[in-house]
């Protein structure tokens, strides 16, 4: 008996404990304005903790960039025994990630060793040279709008 009274407390205590739990919500997007706050350390401390902030953002986003169009392509490449014309053509052109680097599919380049130093130092300065840093709102459209622009794949006729 009292076991089963035990049994029936800790599973009321457990359901107690869930039931009262705070709701867990998505994780916030960075702002173009809090990015712009951490990069504007950079050049006067680039080992202090908000220009290693800006460092780790945008090598975590080129990093994310490259994850993602790796497992794209491998994707196509392990897909379906039919594939649609889209597919096929996707396939077909895989030559063009191994010529233009790992990041093709997202329609930058840093397939020549670009540091990354040399990279943040570009996201930096626009950052610094933007008038109105709500354009665009989020941390991941200006850093992928300012790799597209200043880091394009060429395109070359296979």
């Known amino acids: 008996m009292k076991q089963s009274l035990l049994g029936v407390s800790l599973l009321s205590l457990l359901l107690f404990l869930l ?10 997007s960075l702002t173009t304005e809090e990015l712009a ?21 945008i090598q975590g986003f080129i990093d994310g960039a490259v994850a993602t169009d790796e497992l794209v392509v491998s994707n196509i490449v392990t897909g379906k ?14 030559g063009k990630l191994r ?5 093709y599919v997202a329609d ?8 990354l130093n040399q990279v943040v130092t570009k996201i930096v300065t626009e950052l610094a040279t933007r008038k109105q840093l709500k354009e665009p709102p989020l941390a991941r459209d200006l850093v992928y709008h300012t790799l597209v622009t200043n880091y394009p794949c060429e395109k070359k006729r296979l």
């Open 37 to 57: 706050a951490h990069c504007s350390h950079y050049e006067k401390d680039p080992q202090g903790v908000d220009a290693v902030f800006c460092i780790r953002y």
């Open 108 to 115: 930058f380049c840093l397939n020549d060793p670009v540091k």
């Open 81 to 94: 025994e039919k594939e649609t014309f889209s597919e096929r053509a996707a396939r077909t052109r895989l």
């Open 99 to 103: 010529l233009y680097g790992s990041t």
């Open 19 to 28: 039931l009262s739990s705070t709701t867990v919500s998505a994780v916030e």
